[in-house]
C-alpha cells in the first residue's frame, strides 16, 4: 500500500482490468432514460429488478444498419451484445452495445409493426409496383428448405398440375438467424440463372420466432427490387410476414402459391379442345356463307347473252341522253352568251363616262348653291355677334366716361375703397390714354 496512484492511474488500472476481463458479454434487460442526441447515437439504461447500468448504442452503417430493424423503446426488454468500456474523464464505466435482439414474442411483434410502417411509408407495398404473373411459366424458381414437407407439396402439386413444368430449386435454411441471409443468396442466384418466370419463397408453419426471418428489411429490399415476379407461402393462411407485403403476390399455403402459379394442364387442354372446335365451327359457317353467296351469283349469271343484251340496251339509253345532254348544254350556253353581251352593252365604259360627268356637273351645281347659302348665313351671324360683343366690351363703357383703376403694386382691379392705402400709386385706365395717380384721402360709405 505504499505505493500512491493518481486519479487517472487508478482509472486506467480499472479500465484494464474490467476490459480485459468483460471483452464480450450478453446483457439481458429493460430499457430506460432512452435519448437521442442529434448524433443519431442511442444512449439508454439497461435495468432489472435490481440494478441498472448505462449503455450506449452508435449509430451503424452499412448492412448493419438495416439488419437492425427494430428501434429501441421504453421499457423494451432486450438482449444485448457488448463489450465493457471505462470513460477515463468521468471514472464511469458503461456497455457499448454492438447489437441487440428483442426478447418475448411481444417485442418480435413490435418490431414486426414498426418494420411494416416503416415500408409502407416508403412505398414497398404499393400496387402499382406489383408485377403480373405469367400465364403458363417455362421454370419456376422455389427457394425453401430442400428437405422439409414444403418442398413435396410444391412438387406433388406441379407434377399434378402440369407434369412438364421445369422446377428449379434453391436450397436455403428458412428458421434462424442467418435464414434471411440465405434467402436473399438464394434469390441472387436465381436471378443470375436468367432463366427463371417466376419465384416461390415458401415455408410451412410455426410460431411467431420460427418466421422471424421473413420479417427481415434486407430481405424486404431483396424482393422489391426483384425483376422477377414473386410469390410469398410464407406459413398458414393466419400467418402474415413483411415478405408476403412486399411479393407481388401472396399465397395462403406453400400448395396454393403452386396452383396459383402452374395452370392445370387439363383445363389447358380442355380450353384448347374448346377453341378449336370453335374455330371449326366458325371455319364451317365461313364456307357456309359463301356457298349460299357462290350459288347466288352463279344463279344471276345462267345466261351470259341475256346479261350483254341488257348491257346494249342500257348503252343505247346512255347514248340517247348524253346527246341530250349535250343539246341541253349547248342551248344553256348560247343562252349564257346572250346574257353576256347584254350586260356588256349596258357596261359599255363610254355609256358610263357620260353617266358620271353629268353627276359631277349636278353636284359641282349643287356644291355652288350650298356654300353661297352657307357663307351668306356665316357673315350674317358674324355681324349679329360683332354688335353684341361691341355692345358688353369694357371700351364702350369707357367712352361714356368710365375709367378702369388698378393697383400699380398688386395689379388687380379696384373695386372698392378698401383696396388701397393712402399714399399707394394706381393707374387709371379712360377711354384714350391713361394716368397714373396717387391716393391721398380714402372715403369710406
Keep these: 500500500m505504499e505505493e500512491i496512484l493518481s486519479v487517472s492511474q487508478l482509472n486506467d488500472n480499472i479500465k484494464f482490468l474490467l476490459e480485459g476481463a468483460f471483452d464480450r458479454v450478453l446483457v439481458e434487460g429493460e430499457v430506460s432514460n432512452l435519448r437521442r442526441p442529434q448524433s443519431g447515437h442511442t444512449y439508454f439504461t439497461l435495468k432489472d429488478d435490481k440494478s441498472q447500468i448505462r449503455a450506449v448504442f452508435f449509430r451503424p452503417f452499412g448492412a448493419f444498419e438495416k439488419r437492425n430493424r427494430l428501434e429501441l423503446e421504453e421499457g423494451l426488454k432486450v438482449l444485448c451484445r457488448a463489450r465493457l468500456n471505462v470513460y477515463l474523464p468521468r471514472g464511469e464505466y458503461q456497455l457499448v452495445v454492438d447489437s441487440f435482439e428483442p426478447l418475448g414474442a411481444g417485442a418480435l411483434q413490435k418490431a414486426f409493426e414498426q418494420l411494416k410502417a416503416k415500408l409502407s411509408?416508403?412505398?414497398?407495398?404499393?400496387?402499382?409496383?406489383?408485377?403480373?404473373?405469367?400465364?403458363?411459366?417455362?421454370?419456376?424458381?422455389?427457394?425453401?428448405s430442400p428437405t422439409g414437407a414444403v418442398i413435396r407439396d410444391i412438387l406433388n402439386v406441379t407434377r399434378r398440375r402440369f407434369p412438364a413444368l421445369d422446377i428449379l430449386i434453391a436450397p436455403a435454411r428458412v428458421q434462424g438467424s442467418e435464414a434471411a441471409e440465405d434467402i436473399i443468396s438464394a434469390l441472387?442466384?436465381?436471378?443470375?440463372?436468367?432463366?427463371?418466370?417466376?419465384?416461390?419463397?415458401?415455408?410451412?408453419?410455426?410460431?411467431?420466432?420460427?418466421?422471424?426471418?421473413?420479417?427481415?428489411?434486407?430481405?424486404?429490399?431483396?424482393?422489391?427490387?426483384?425483376?422477377?415476379?414473386?410469390?410469398?407461402?410464407?406459413?398458414h393462411e393466419t400467418d402474415f410476414t413483411i415478405c408476403?407485403?412486399?411479393?407481388?403476390?401472396?399465397?395462403?399455403?406453400?400448395?396454393?402459391?403452386?396452383?396459383?402459379?402452374?395452370?392445370?394442364?387439363?383445363?389447358?387442354?380442355?380450353?384448347?379442345?374448346?377453341?378449336?372446335?370453335?374455330?371449326?365451327?366458325?371455319?364451317?359457317?365461313?364456307?357456309?356463307?359463301?356457298?349460299?353467296?357462290?350459288?347466288?351469283?352463279?344463279?344471276?349469271?345462267?345466261?351470259?347473252?341475256?346479261?350483254?343484251?341488257?348491257?346494249?340496251?342500257?348503252?343505247?339509253?346512255?347514248r340517247e341522253r348524253l346527246l341530250r345532254s349535250f343539246y341541253n348544254r349547248r342551248q344553256e350556253l348560247f343562252q349564257d352568251l346572250r346574257h353576256v353581251q347584254l350586260r356588256l352593252y349596258h357596261q359599255n365604259p363610254q355609256r358610263q363616262i357620260h353617266q358620271r360627268k353629268a353627276l359631277v356637273a349636278n353636284i359641282e351645281k349643287d356644291l355652288i348653291i350650298r356654300f353661297s347659302a352657307r357663307l351668306r348665313t356665316l357673315k350674317e351671324k358674324l355681324l349679329t355677334n360683332s354688335a353684341v360683343l361691341e355692345s358688353l366690351s369694357p371700351l364702350a363703357v369707357l367712352q361714356r366716361g368710365y375709367s378702369i383703376t388698378r393697383s400699380r403694386q398688386s395689379g388687380g382691379i379696384v373695386r372698392q375703397a378698401a383696396d388701397v392705402r393712402e399714399g399707394e400709386d394706381v393707374h387709371i385706365r379712360l377711354a384714350k390714354g391713361g394716368l397714373n395717380a396717387k391716393i391721398e384721402t380714402i372715403f369710406q360709405e
Design 121 to 144: 411509408a416508403e412505398g414497398l407495398f404499393d400496387a402499382c409496383h406489383k408485377k403480373s404473373l405469367p400465364f403458363l411459366p417455362r421454370r419456376v424458381g422455389v427457394i425453401t
Design 188 to 235: 441472387r442466384k436465381m436471378h443470375a440463372c436468367k432463366k427463371v418466370d417466376v419465384i416461390i419463397i415458401a415455408r410451412g408453419g410455426g410460431s411467431l420466432e420460427d418466421i422471424a426471418p421473413f420479417n427481415d428489411e434486407a430481405l424486404a429490399r431483396e424482393i422489391f427490387r426483384s425483376s422477377i415476379p414473386i410469390v410469398s407461402a410464407v406459413g
Design 244 to 318: 408476403d407485403f412486399v411479393a407481388d403476390l401472396r399465397a395462403p399455403t406453400p400448395s396454393a402459391a403452386a396452383e396459383l402459379v402452374v395452370p392445370e394442364r387439363s383445363e389447358l387442354m380442355a380450353k384448347i379442345k374448346t377453341l378449336r372446335q370453335r374455330m371449326v365451327s366458325g371455319f364451317f359457317r365461313y364456307l357456309e356463307d359463301h356457298r349460299e353467296y357462290i350459288a347466288a351469283l352463279k344463279e344471276r349469271l345462267k345466261d351470259p347473252r341475256r346479261f350483254v343484251l341488257n348491257l346494249k340496251i342500257n348503252l343505247d339509253d346512255l
